[in-house]
């Protein structure tokens, strides 16, 4: 009998801990989360604040360093490397999208795209950067600053920011916070269709019950905790 050939998920978080120090002490945040994500899929991260969902993020960007349990992603041990390797790590494989859209001011829209390709040593950064604007509809915009541009362009640029390296997995902490419901509305439409155009996996960060669902998969975390997994009810189910 031929043996099947197993894929490794691109994320995997076993016993998953992260403890934050807080002026009065220490603050268990991550209280033992196990997540495994395949390469490609789209996950809604809900729950209330405080539950540990923004936190969960900065682990899987390398921004914070777990406190126990381990952290693979893209077959990589983060709890593993120093602040350099994690840096290249970023580089080469995460886009992350903040609900603050975290645009250098004193750089133009294209300046502020071309960055993470300059970093990684990108010859055709800023043709790339003008191309990755001009996807999501600003290629008129490419010469201007953040404070010329409104909310929904400045969040725009942040994604074409995002996604410009095409990375492999792509953060996103309430991406459309800031803005109205239809220009957050068009910007989601942009997001979730520049990840299936680069068959990204998308980890979504919401409040939004319904850009939950649109993800396929919702996974629900309260007081540090995963409660709920979509995935592990289909898979019960099947």
């Known amino acids: 009998m031929e043996e099947q050939s197993v894929t490794a998920p691109l994320i995997a978080a076993e016993a998953l801990v992260f403890t934050a120090v807080a002026a009065s002490g220490p603050v268990q945040v991550l209280r033992g989360v196990d997540l495994s994500v395949a390469a490609g899929e789209a996950v809604g991260i809900v729950g209330p604040s405080g539950s540990g969902k923004t936190s969960l993020l900065m682990l899987l960007a390398g921004l914070e360093k777990p406190t126990g349990g381990r952290l693979v992603v893209a077959g990589q041990d983060l709890g593993a490397m120093d602040e350099d390797r994690l840096a290249r790590f970023r580089r080469d494989n995460i886009g992350i999208v903040f609900q603050a859209f975290h645009l250098v001011p004193t750089m133009t829209a294209l300046e502020n795209v071309a960055v993470p390709l300059e970093f990684a040593g990108r010859r055709d950064a800023f043709d790339r950067a003008a191309a990755a604007l001009r996807e999501v509809g600003l ?8 404070g ?10 942040a994604l074409a920011r995002a996604v410009v390296a095409e990375p492999r997995v792509i953060l996103a902490d309430e991406p459309t916070g800031n803005l109205d419901r239809a220009t957050g509305a068009a910007v989601m439409d942009l997001l979730f269709g520049l990840r ?11 409040h939004d019950p319904l850009l ?3 993800c396929g998969r919702q996974v629900k975390i309260e007081d540090g905790r995963i409660v709920s997994d979509t995935a592990a009810i289909r898979m019960a189910a099947e």
């Open 148 to 157: 010329q541009l409104s909310g929904g362009e400045q969040q725009r640029v």
């Open 196 to 206: 299936t155009r680069m068959g990204t996996t998308l980890l979504l960060i919401t």
């Open 212 to 214: 939950a669902e649109r």
């Open 139 to 146: 290629g008129h915009r490419l010469e201007h600053y953040p």
